[in-house]
Nanobody
Framework: QVQLVESGGGLVQAGDSLRLSCAAS????????MGWFRQAPGKEREFVAA????????YYADSVKGRFTISRDNAKNTAYLQMNSLKPEDTAVYYC?????????????????WGQGTQVTVSS
């Protein structure tokens, strides 16, 4: 089992960058696929990015491709989401999620473990 805590959210202007972090508990972080999802007010949670446990594959939503990068540091038990060229439509609560021995999946039901979320607000 793994526990996840996100940080790094905040209020930024359009065009700015932010890096979200997802700190994981436990000694087997390297065996977990990591995903990032977001939920804007009044909308359903949507997929943002994922990285497989093998660290060999990544997958991005079309809306963030080329602007966001998912990475991980297994030595620090931490996953990251680097967000560049932020847009007002990126405003949402961002959640990280984990799946043991998982692939880079866009399906939220493939991730049993979730963090509490961190707010990202992008002003125009």
């Amino acid at each position: 089992q793994v526990q996840l805590v996100e940080s790094g959210g905040g209020l930024v202007q359009a065009g700015d960058s932010l890096r979200l972090s997802c700190a994981a508990s436990g000694r087997t972080f390297s065996s977990y696929a990591m995903g990032w999802f977001r939920q804007a007010p009044g909308k359903e949670r949507e997929f943002v990015a994922a990285r497989s446990w093998t660290d060999t594959s990544t997958y991005y939503a079309d809306s963030v491709k080329g602007r966001f990068t998912i990475s991980r540091d297994n030595a620090k038990n931490t996953a990251y989401l680097q967000m560049n060229s932020l847009k007002p439509e990126d405003t949402a609560v961002y959640y990280c999620a984990a799946a043991h021995w998982g692939g880079a999946s866009a399906q939220s039901n493939q991730y049993p473990y979730w963090g509490q979320g961190t707010q990202v607000t992008v002003s125009s």
